[in-house]
């Protein structure tokens, strides 16, 4: 059985292509998390990550939302994620959503968040955990952590640190404030911002392009980058040494310059 064909509880997973679909699906929760979302985006992601045929992943959300984070009602309740006592919910944080990072972190293939609404929370986290955002110029983003008497547990202070530095994610996190598209690309919080009617095929150009591109070289590239902005010079370029030997004798390496050469688009097969 096709592994994409499968029932995700509050997931849709869609193949086209060398693209991967995954939305989230829980329009009437806003698409806020909930423990079948958080271990289906975890299986699917590490399942995609090994597929040779996949050379990109997208993640959105259904309707007019991208992810609200954590479920209000589930929190009040103390159910489904969040049940339990205090050390109970310290494990299933750690077993639970903080597998997305932790899995996202270790990605060969690139993935693009396509925020289609409001990313509020842990969805706005996970906005930032992508390579790359682009937004609807309808989308908004805030970290209400601090709002609802909680703390970014998912690790979206490591990402958002990162993306925006260290004054601006303290602002957001202190704050709980709305940023709009407008800012979020300001700041460099997003990539892009579209009109809401462009945003599927924009995202599908930009996918495109990636996966055009020589599928080893972009792996290692997105691998090469991530490395370079954690680590000291020294051990990343004996790194770089290891991925430029790997790379200048693959067969994708030597496509590309024949299809410079002869000036026609060249073909990557599968590795």
Request: charged share 20%.
């Amino acid at each position: 059985m096709n592994f994409y064909l499968k029932a995700f509880a509050d997931l849709i997973v869609e193949k086209k292509h060398q693209t991967l679909w995954i939305t989230l699906d829980r329009p009437d929760a806003s698409n806020a998390y909930s423990s079948f979302m958080v271990s289906g985006l975890v299986e699917v992601l590490k399942y995609a990550d090994i597929d040779n045929e996949i050379r990109v992943i997208v993640i959105t959300g259904a309707g007019k939302n991208f992810c609200a984070g954590g479920d209000i009602k589930a929190m009040k309740g103390k159910t489904g994620m969040f049940s339990g006592e205090s050390n109970q919910l310290r494990e299933a944080y750690q077993a639970g959503i903080q597998q997305i990072p932790l899995t996202i972190a270790q990605l060969r293939t690139p993935i693009i968040a396509m925020v289609n609404g409001a990313a509020v929370g842990a969805g706005c986290d996970l906005a930032a955990m992508c390579d790359l955002r682009i937004a609807s110029s309808e989308a908004f983003f805030a970290e209400t952590f601090a709002k609802v008497g909680l703390v970014p547990g998912d690790g979206g202070a490591f990402f958002l640190t990162r993306l925006v530095g260290f004054g601006k994610a303290m602002e957001m996190f202190l704050t709980c404030k709305n940023i709009l598209a407008d800012e979020a690309l300001r700041i460099g919080l997003v990539n892009q911002v579209v009109l809401p009617e462009e945003l599927k095929n924009k995202t599908q150009e930009l996918a495109e392009q990636m996966a055009s591109l020589p599928p080893i070289a972009l792996q290692m590239t997105k691998k090469a980058v991530v490395h370079a902005y954690q680590n000291d010079l020294n051990s990343h370029l004996e790194l770089m040494a290891a991925y430029q030997g790997i790379t200048q004798r693959s067969s994708d390496h030597f496509k590309a310059l024949d299809g410079m050469l002869e000036k026609k688009k060249p073909s990557f097969n599968h590795y």
